[in-house]
């Protein structure tokens, strides 16, 4: 399976940056600071975003290492 970064989860959902941000409660600058490694998400919203897209937390934070 091959790993996939929080941009292209979104992508593949068809949800704009906005749409993600008010799933999850948070600003959507947060999650374009997520996608651009300006900022790491916290363990809490690591967990949500992983809950959201039904992948494992390990995802958020590795997106592209084969764990």
Do not use: C, H, W
Request: aromatic residues 8%; without cysteine.
């Amino acid at each position: 399976m091959t790993k996939k970064t929080l941009a292209e989860l979104r992508a593949e959902k068809n949800l704009t940056q906005r749409a993600l941000a008010k799933e999850l409660n948070i600003a959507n600058s947060s999650i374009a600071m997520y996608e651009t490694g300006e900022r790491v998400p916290t363990l809490k919203i690591a967990i949500e975003i992983a809950n959201y897209f039904d992948i494992p937390i390990e995802s958020i934070y590795f997106p592209k290492l084969d764990l």
